[in-house]
């Protein structure tokens, strides 16, 4: 013998399924402007609607469903905006990393060739422009290390500046 009430049931919800899947479609697919995503929302708002099955009834089974499918577009348009938050948010701090990457692999390449031709430059001038370039001494400091007058220091660096600027641009 079969039991009455779960073949209600399983006519009942057949029916409602029949009738509503249409309108449930149309509303979904406007409300996420033809998404591809809609056909699984409105499966996952009859699975929703399965599972009140013992509270549901002929009269309240179309606002317990458009609840349903109301809360299901709003939980999908939340995560689908935070994720495109968060990958605006990585794509632009990529953007910023690479940019600050790649400064930092052409001030490192610069630096090199700075050196390698400072490397080239005449004992005296090398030695004045080392000091005051990379040691970051001052003109009257190198002076008084090398034992020769500030206006030499100073002849001394600004060939060795010449030099490196006439080379640097070259290599810009």
Same mark, same amino acid.
């Given at each position: 013998m079969r039991d009455t009430s779960a073949h209600i049931t399983v006519q009942f919800l057949t029916e409602t399924y029949t009738t509503y899947r249409p309108l449930v479609f149309r509303y979904i697919y406007r409300k996420l402007n &033809?998404? /591809? !995503?809609t056909e699984d929302l409105v499966q996952d708002a009859f699975l929703r609607l399965l599972e009140y099955r013992s509270m549901l009834r002929p009269e309240t089974v179309r606002s317990f469903l458009y609840t349903i499918v109301r809360n299901l577009v709003t939980d999908y348009l939340r995560c689908h905006y935070r994720k =495109?938050? +968060? /990958?605006?948010? @990585? =794509?632009? &701090?990529?953007? +910023?990393s690479v940019a600050e990457v790649e400064s930092q692999v052409v001030a490192d390449d610069l630096a090199l060739h700075e050196k390698r031709r400072v490397g080239q430059l005449p004992p005296k001038p090398r %030695? +004045?422009?080392? @000091?005051?370039?990379? !040691? !970051? %001494?001052t003109l009257s400091e190198v002076a008084e290390e090398l034992n020769?007058? %500030?206006?030499t220091v100073e002849g001394h660096l600004l060939a060795g500046r010449r030099l490196v600027r006439e080379y640097m641009k070259k290599c810009i």
């Open positions: &033809g998404c /591809m !995503e =495109q938050e +968060v /990958m605006t948010s @990585m =794509q632009e &701090g990529l953007s +910023v %030695k +004045v422009y080392r @000091m005051i370039r990379f !040691e !970051e %001494k020769i007058p %500030k206006r």
